[in-house]
């Protein structure tokens, strides 16, 4: 028996259509993303057309800032300080690859927490370990709302997660464990993967290989997300198609639910950095008022005075 095919379009439609029903909620202006790309990369450039159009639909105002490749890193780490200084701007996106030369992780840790579009600022990555789902890289958000549509039980669940990288990998496994998932990372260092892949309830493979996993590395009925995206030959028809990295005609006939690539985890993750932005601009409207509160006083009690270095009035 075949297993049921899980799609992430309808997923990320319904978080869209909630994403714009939050916005109209609110009122005021709409928020900003600001993407930022240095260098012409084609990968880039697409990724960045597809934002503008996902952003349209729910209302978030896109802004992409391009530089050439000559751009130093201080030159690039000043935009972003003032980003961060500009409370017009709510979420800041470094678009990948930077130049070689360029310290991506410094520029990333440069971005201001809580204007982190894609979630991998260091204090972000570490509120998965508080199980917090606000801020946090945007694939392990998308995986996760894989895995909850699904309606298998997390809690208690085996779960595998193959991949340890820090946007996909711990963050997955991290907000899983926080569901109450039993879970086990594998990495390059795992000396026996199958063994811990055919235990898994719930598996989730986000390494980069294309046929990494099998139909016989799989636990009859098991809930299976494939992160990977690999573009290969079909050596029918000579063409370059998209695979995952799992073998999913082995795999659909030993699951009982998997994702398909492209289909599954794709559409969903330029959703979560949506749902990042407006979250953004959710916190810096809380960090704004708590920084701005005032206690009205009575008519016959005199308002206090700021203190001298305090910050205050």
């Known amino acids: 028996m075949s297993a049921k095919i899980l799609e992430g379009g309808p997923i990320a439609e319904r978080i869209k259509a909630e994403l714009k029903q939050q916005l109209a909620n609110l009122g005021g202006e709409p928020p900003r993303l600001t993407a930022l790309m240095v260098g012409d990369n084609p990968g880039a450039r697409a990724y960045a057309k597809s934002q503008a159009t996902a952003c349209e639909e729910v209302g978030i ?69 508080q199980g917090r789902r606000v801020l946090v890289p945007c694939t392990a958000q998308a995986v996760m709302a894989l895995a909850e549509a699904s309606g298998v039980s997390i809690e208690g669940a085996e779960a595998v997660v ?11 496994a991290l907000l899983l464990l926080d569901k109450f998932a039993s879970t086990t990372v594998c990495h390059i260092a795992t000396r026996d993967v199958p063994f811990h892949t055919r235990r898994a309830d719930i598996l989730v493979v986000a390494v980069g290989k294309p046929g990494l996993v099998g139909g016989e590395q799989i636990k009859p009925g098991a809930l299976v997300i494939d992160v990977g995206i690999n573009r290969v030959k079909d050596p029918e028809t000579g063409k370059t198609k998209i695979v995952g990295d799992v073998i999913f005609d082995e795999a659909k006939e030993v699951a009982g639910i998997i994702t398909p690539v492209p289909g599954g985890v794709g559409p969903l993750t330029p959703v979560m950095l949506l749902k990042n932005t407006v979250e953004a601009m959710e916190l810096q409207r809380m960090r704004r008022l708590a920084a701005g509160r005032v206690v009205a006083p009575a008519a016959d009690v005199e308002a206090p005075r700021p203190r001298e270095g305090s910050g205050e009035g």
């Open 61 to 129: 105002r896109y802004e992409l800032r391009e530089f050439p490749d000559s751009l130093a890193q201080a030159e690039l780490l000043e935009v972003i300080r003032e980003l961060n200084q500009d409370d017009s701007v709510n979420a800041i996106l470094l678009l990948m690859p930077v130049p070689q030369g360029m310290d991506a992780r410094a520029l990333q840790a440069a971005i201001d927490p809580i204007k982190d579009a894609d979630g991998v600022h260091p204090a972000n990555l570490g509120t998965a370990v």
């Open 162 to 172: 193959v991949g340890h990288s820090e946007i996909v990998g711990k963050p997955t």
